[in-house]
């Protein structure tokens, strides 16, 4: 594993292309677009953390959003948690992006609760448990690839790199049977926030959504749209066509954990050009985590390169924020592409030791004031 | 009237700082935001022509958007046009952000059609028929102002300058009953689509308005949110708020006519300083109506300056476009604000006769193919 970069961050996978992309990102403006969405199999029990219990997980993705844009979360009353009581990652993207003064918008692929804040329609809607097969309309998924992809367009005009991140519960299992839909395998391979990676019950609902949906290993590779229709969720379209729209002009962040290998390998499918133009950004949690690999499940796509944040919480004094260094957590609402990207904009001088300061006092005034300056 | 201006505008009012302006914001890069919504107020016959038909009126402000963004309407046919098929003036709009290749979004104060575009949602609904003196709920229009303010804080980090345009039908009516409210003399002085203003029929429906809600004259002016509630429309607060939120950060264009005076006299109420760092943005047709008092009206709001785009389609082979040297359609959708930010990114390159050409040719291709280019 190579590094010899000018941030506080690990090339995880190629890392002449990762070079590449830091050097031509270094000092640059960029904005930060987090997708969000919810599916009924985040219900499944046991299949994630994201939330308290499973009727919490559909408020997980809005209060992230509120959270990163406000400083406080207006749908539930406090930031979301796990069962127990470790603190979501939206921390670290609020951090990030406060630092950086960079702007922060909110797209929705689809959620059945709604954040109290801007956010931007795609014509998405909430998806279906994929154990039916059936978990979203084909033309949903079609309409809303379409108009994340004029979002893209737009939103590269107005930035020198894009950093798209995400929030859904369950992103993982649906990730997990798309890759799979397409022709990546990824068995056994996807992440988790939990340290003990539920991989038996994530395969079994997944078998049972591709079983429904009639679909075989790789089946779905000439049409991955329908993969996210059959057993997919709302943030892939989404964050797929942002993608597409964006890195016809400029670099992008695709912000997150294993997930996005289901990002690359529809991308693959239906605008292989964008891989050109994207590095994944990630933290140091998901590359260390051995339940899972992100590296080999994007090695079968495409040679794009991983960049993975250097940030420790072991010497926190916030005890909900070392529960990150046992494997709790990991990522998400795009934190590892979040913190990369303020270290780049800000030529290294924002470091991993810096966010972490700014994520201890913010957590800090979250549990005295109940909002982050 | 004084002009000396590097760009094909007229400094209307507050030349010194209509040229300051010009100058700061000479070859910067902007963001256009169109805000949209409609209205039952529209649905009074022979209060707007912005639309076909009275009922067609509720489709005019998302079709706009989609021309803009798509270069074709999705949710009617074609383009809005009046009931005589003079077209939207969203052609001048898209040509100058197409010229400019800037960023184009859009954000929704409140609607019954949504477009089928990426658009922003802000909490807020469609709006009553103001006769009723309850237009919109007070807590919508709050949550609306303060969604937009936080819109505009995030885009003001994404450009130097931002353009906020508009489209509702009957928005002047709306515009006019709003600023007596707070305490602007607006009678007779709003502007029209229609070469014939019909003044009295909008001075009627808003004395009804204001008879309904309780209201007289000025009574508002310490609570301009209560206003735009009882008498107003889903543009405004939106459109406010956008105003507040990034004026503090950049330079604003509010683009558009002489409901630009009820944006200003809310700022006046609720953000003063926000005075300080907008220009109106207009057309030569608002400037040059005798039946509106554009000029008139800021003066009682404050010290603001106003740029109007020297546009002139009298040579255009397009008999549609031709009518708005007649006194039709004038503004709308940001054009006249977008042709001026168009000429400013440009440090003037593009010419009012530039915009008038692609204007031309855009409506050549609607004519021909369905969508322009």
């Known amino acids: 594993m190579s590094n010899q970069l000018p941030i506080d961050a690990i090339a995880a996978n190629e890392p002449e292309k990762a070079r590449a992309f830091v050097e031509e990102a270094l000092g640059k403006d960029f904005a930060y677009v987090c997708v969000i969405g919810t599916t009924d199999t985040s219900l499944i029990p046991g299949i994630t953390v994201a939330g308290a219990s499973p009727e919490l997980t559909t408020y997980t993705p809005p209060a992230d959003v509120e959270y990163v844009l406000l400083g406080r979360c207006r749908c539930i009353p406090a930031v979301p948690v796990t ?61 809303v690839y379409e108009r994340a992809k004029l979002l893209g367009r737009e939103l590269s005009k107005a930035c020198d790199f894009l950093v798209i991140g995400e929030s859904i519960p369950a992103g993982t299992t649906t990730a997990l049977a798309v890759m799979v839909a397409v022709g990546v395998d990824a068995w056994g391979k996807v992440s988790s926030a939990m340290p003990n990676n539920p991989h038996q019950l994530k395969s079994e609902v997944v078998r049972e959504a591709l079983r429904n949906a009639g679909i075989e290993p790789g089946s779905c590779a000439d049409d991955p749209l329908a993969a996210v229709s059959s057993v997919g969720d709302p943030v892939i379209p989404a964050f797929v066509g942002l993608v597409a729209g964006a890195s016809k002009e400029v670099l992008v962040i ?26 994944i950004g990630t933290t140091r949690w998901i590359l260390e985590d051995s339940s899972s690999d992100l590296v080999g499940l994007v090695k079968q796509i495409g040679r794009v390169p991983i960049l993975a ?46 966010i972490a300061y700014e994520v201890e006092r913010d957590y800090a005034s979250l549990i005295t004031k109940g909002y982050a300056e």
């Open 83 to 143: 069962p127990e009581g470790i603190p979501t990652p939206a921390l670290i993207t609020r951090a990030s992006i406060k630092l950086s003064n960079a702007p922060a918008l909110v797209a929705v692929g689809g959620l059945k609760v709604k954040p109290k804040t801007p956010y931007i329609n795609l014509g998405g809607e909430h998806g279906g448990d994929i154990r039916t097969g059936r978990a979203l309309p084909r033309e949903t998924v079609s309409e």
């Open 254 to 279: 695709a912000a997150g954990g294993t997930q996005m290998g289901a990002v690359l390998s529809l991308l693959k499918g239906l605008e292989p050009d964008a891989l050109e133009n994207v590095a």
């Open 309 to 354: 944040a250097k940030l420790d919480f072991s010497q926190t004094s916030a005890e909900g924020l070392r529960y990150y260094e046992r494997g709790f957590v990991k990522e998400g609402v795009g934190a590892g592409g979040s913190a990369i990207a303020a270290m780049l904009k800000s030529k290294g001088e924002i470091s991993a030791k810096r």
